[in-house]
């Protein structure tokens, strides 16, 4: 069983290093220099818009119109409870001991009292967001080239690795029970994509979804890796 979740692993870095690779051969002279491979990111950006409008998105409104609310609700309590686990260890890498208490002692109570998670008894303490790509960005990693995966979405060298380091706590990827682990991964994705089908309407009226995707996505990460404190860019003017 260790073999067969280290080759998943490996498989998952060949692939994510040779999309890296095959982007490379994608990029063009004087393109925006956060997205040099934006000819790629673009193809795979269509593929993934393709696959959210034909299976993703009516799967996701079926299930927001099948389930009760209630049910829906305690589904993402589950789903966020053991998110905790990977939020509280990255926490500690981030020696931010005092935000890891807190977190640890989300995953604790909601775990017990909170019957696996499914009731969020511990809602009064902050749920907060941590990953291992901003792990990675807290010890001075830069963020590298922004990239979209097939199926995973927006992403960037950095995170795509922090993605595999994700992997390593993820208790659903890393349940034994094969039955279980794919029943549970496929419906924590589905619980996730119908947890957006309300926000997405903003990016109705838009007229370049990708760029308006990506640009918000480099925004948003680069706000978590600094905790709502970014250092201000400096534009070439400036530095001129």
Known sequence: MIYGKLNRRMRFLVIFFATVLVSGCASVPNANPKDPFEAYNRKIFKFNESLDKNILKPVAQGYNTILPKTARIMLNNFFSNLDDIGVTVNDLLQFKFRQG?????????????????FINVADRLEKHNEDFGQTLGYWGIGSGPYLMLPFFGPSTVRDGVGLYGDS???VIINTRDIPTRDVAYVTGKINQRAGLLEQEKVLDDMNDRYAFIRDFYLSRRQ???????PPR????????
Do not use: P, Q
């Open 101 to 117: 208490a807190s977190d640890g002692i989300r995953v604790l109570v909601n775990s017990t009292i909170g019957l696996l998670g």
């Open 168 to 170: 390593l706590t993820d």
């Open 223 to 229: 706000n978590l890796v600094y905790d709502g404190n």
């Open 233 to 240: 860019e400096k534009f070439k003017d400036e530095e001129d």
